[in-house]
């Protein structure tokens, strides 16, 4: 199917209702944009050049640093705003896509059920999907390559600096979390004297990842 034709299906597919985008970066959004229902994109940064953006970083004047950021509406007036704009939106027949799955957006997601399709996760299923380890596995089982990362247990302090020592001899190494995203959760280590003094353990799951850098 020509990309025209996948448009026209999905253009179908949405009939009469508008068609509504949410994440992080709005210039995510530009490739929905032929779509001919697509009404809006609501984004925490970047909205760029798509229209009917809605963006917290435009509404405050303010540069955004989305590392941990979470929209709290009971506790600023842009978020306030921000929220009152996606839940008018959404209070007409809309079919609404996220970028990824948000517990903001399920907060006004529920509220509008009976107007809106959200074509996306529960942001309590997204848990698993954000467990990296867990997805690498299960794409390696259905043959699709990944990082080799090694698995290093981090209840033995010790054994763990040890082994990450030994691995660092042969070359730069990156050490991961389990829940990384954006960059966060990585720390790439060139020398021994790069180690971190506190391991990278941001999770409980009592392991993290190491692997070489590929070259």
Request: glycine share 8%; with cysteine.
């Amino acid at each position: 199917m020509k990309r025209r034709e996948f448009i026209q299906e999905i253009e179908r597919r949405i009939g009469r209702r508008k068609f509504v985008w949410y994440g992080v970066l709005g210039g995510n959004a530009h490739r929905l944009t032929p779509i001919a229902q697509f009404a809006e994109a609501f984004s925490i940064v970047a909205p760029g050049a798509v229209p009917g953006a809605v963006c917290i970083e435009r509404l405050s004047g303010e540069r955004v640093d989305t590392v941990g950021y979470q929209i709290r509406p009971d506790q600023s007036e842009i978020h306030r705003e921000f929220y009152r704009r996606l839940y008018t939106s959404l209070s007409e027949p809309a079919v609404a896509m996220t970028h990824e799955a948000s517990r903001f957006f399920s907060s006004v997601y529920f509220l509008r059920r009976e107007y809106v399709q959200h074509l996306g996760l529960f942001y309590e299923n997204q848990g698993v999907f954000d467990h990296k380890p867990w997805v690498e596995s299960e794409l390696r089982t259905v043959g699709v390559n990944v990082v080799p990362w090694r698995y290093l247990s981090t209840h033995d302090h010790r054994a763990l600096r040890s082994a990450l020592e030994e691995a660092v001899r042969d070359g730069p190494i990156v050490v991961r979390t389990n829940r990384s995203g954006g960059g966060d959760g990585l720390t790439p280590v060139r020398q021994l004297e790069d180690m971190p003094p506190g391991l990278p353990d941001g999770s409980t799951d009592g392991f993290l990842a190491a692997s070489q850098v590929l070259r």
